[in-house]
């Protein structure tokens, strides 16, 4: 892969599932580079219209590049803000869009940009923010939270064992300086890790501090309702995750959404007055085949689930 791009992961699988029928109203609440948003305007035709969301800044000026240049009929628009504020951003409005696309994560241009500080490949301030609107930088977090909090951060976002002794390793190294850059920070971690286990500790620990310092899975759980919300009856929404934590909150969230009832199994009859919202279209999670993960390693942890709205329901 060529630097300063990024290669869309399940591409072909998204417009498939989530492009049921030529012209209507989508939205990519993480255009990124707009590479989905591309592919998902080309399978809708000349018709289509598609609002791209990103809270990032520089992907939506590279994304507007893209756009201008592959999709010069106009048939689009870019917004600034979280994907979990959707439905207040796009004004609250209902039914109103037929596909809705989350593509969680990073692009690969930002975790290879030293400036973002998001990956411990590549050395850089510790920020890691993905807006400023979302809070201190990670190196704030990194110094200051009690060890016990730094360790139950590292554990949850991060599923890493080994969380308490990486995080008594990240509080010696801060005692004799302050932790401000990716580096030092590796370096920190790596001095109680062995060789061979260094990559994917080093993995799990920035995962989980980026999840942190960007509230991941709040902004998540918040745009799945907001998503639902917004989809028109027969609407899909599709959401790829790259992680366990991610793709464990939307199958929840779709299967329960996809639920006639949620009584216990035990209650005689159903009292919960819960109707399904969605109809689930994928059952198991949709990943990239060999050929694809062969072209880009990123897309070996890649999940798709997707979902319809159902017509008889408009509020979730
Ligand atoms: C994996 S990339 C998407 C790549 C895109 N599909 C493409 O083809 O270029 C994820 C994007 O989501 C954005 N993002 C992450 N969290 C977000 C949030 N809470 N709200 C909006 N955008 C977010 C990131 O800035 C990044 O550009």
Request: with cysteine.
């Given at each position: 892969?060529?630097?300063?791009?990024?290669?869309?992961?399940?591409?072909?699988?998204?417009?498939?599932?989530?492009?049921?029928?030529?012209?209507?109203?989508?939205?990519?609440?993480?255009?990124?580079?707009?590479?989905?948003?591309?592919?998902?305007?080309?399978?809708?035709?000349?018709?289509?219209?598609?609002?791209?969301?990103?809270?990032?800044?520089?992907?939506?000026?590279?994304?507007?590049?893209?756009?201008?240049?592959?999709?010069?009929?106009?048939?689009?628009?870019?917004?600034?803000?979280?994907?979990?504020?959707?439905?207040?951003?796009?004004?609250?409005?209902?039914?109103?869009?037929?596909?809705?696309?989350?593509?969680?994560g990073?692009?690969?241009?930002?975790?290879?940009?030293?400036?973002?500080?998001?990956?411990?490949?590549?050395?850089?301030?510790?920020?890691?923010?993905?807006?400023?609107?979302?809070?201190?930088?990670?190196?704030?977090?990194?110094?200051?939270?009690?060890?016990?909090?730094?360790?139950?951060?590292?554990?949850?976002?991060?599923?890493?064992?080994?969380?308490h002794?990486?995080?008594?390793?990240?509080?010696?190294?801060?005692?004799?300086?302050?932790?401000?850059?990716?580096?030092?920070?590796?370096?920190?971690?790596?001095?109680?890790?062995?060789?061979r286990?260094?990559?994917k500790?080093?993995a799990?620990?920035?995962?989980?501090?980026r999840?942190?310092?960007?509230?991941?899975?709040?902004?998540?759980?918040?745009?799945?309702?907001?998503?639902?919300?917004?989809?028109?009856?027969?609407g899909?929404?599709?959401?790829?995750?790259?992680?366990?934590?991610?793709?464990?909150?939307?199958?929840?969230?779709?299967?329960?959404?996809?639920?006639?009832?949620?009584?216990?199994?035990?209650?005689?009859?159903?009292?919960?007055?819960?109707?399904?919202?969605?109809?689930?279209?994928?059952?198991?999670?949709?990943?990239?085949?060999?050929?694809?993960?062969?072209?880009?390693?990123?897309?070996?942890?890649?999940?798709?689930?997707?979902?319809a709205?159902?017509?008889?329901?408009?509020?979730?």
């Amino acid at each position: 892969m060529k630097e300063n791009q990024h290669i869309p992961v399940l591409r072909q699988e998204c417009t498939e599932l989530l492009i049921t029928r030529p012209g209507g109203r989508l939205l990519d609440g993480t255009v990124g580079m707009a590479g989905t948003s591309l592919a998902l305007l080309e399978k809708a035709g000349p018709q289509a219209f598609l609002i791209g969301m990103d809270l990032d800044l520089e992907s939506l000026r590279r994304a507007r590049r893209v756009l201008s240049e592959s999709a010069p009929n106009g048939h689009w628009g870019l917004v600034r803000a979280s994907f979990a504020r959707m439905d207040v951003v796009l004004g609250g409005g209902v039914g109103t869009f037929d596909a809705v696309l989350l593509d969680l994560g990073y692009s690969s241009v930002q975790l290879d940009d030293p400036r973002r500080g998001l990956s411990y490949a590549v050395d850089g301030p510790l920020d890691m923010r993905l807006s400023p609107v979302v809070g201190p930088p990670a190196s704030e977090w990194v110094n200051q939270l009690p060890v016990a909090e730094l360790a139950d951060l590292i554990r949850c976002f991060g599923e890493e064992r080994h969380a308490h002794r990486i995080a008594r390793a990240i509080d010696n190294a801060r005692r004799r300086a302050p932790i401000l850059t990716t580096g030092a920070l590796r370096d920190a971690i790596s001095t109680v890790v062995p060789p061979r286990f260094r990559i994917k500790t080093l993995a799990r620990v920035f995962q989980a501090i980026r999840i942190h310092v960007n509230r991941e899975l709040e902004a998540l759980e918040a745009a799945l309702p907001a998503a639902t919300r917004l989809l028109a009856p027969g609407g899909r929404l599709g959401v790829i995750s790259f992680h366990s934590l991610e793709d464990r909150i939307v199958k929840r969230f779709m299967m329960h959404a996809a639920k006639d009832c949620i009584c216990p199994p035990d209650f005689p009859a159903c009292c919960c007055k819960h109707r399904a919202t969605l109809r689930l279209v994928t059952r198991k999670p949709v990943r990239a085949g060999k050929s694809e993960i062969s072209r880009n390693i990123r897309s070996r942890s890649a999940t798709l689930r997707v979902a319809a709205k159902l017509s008889c329901e408009l509020a979730a």
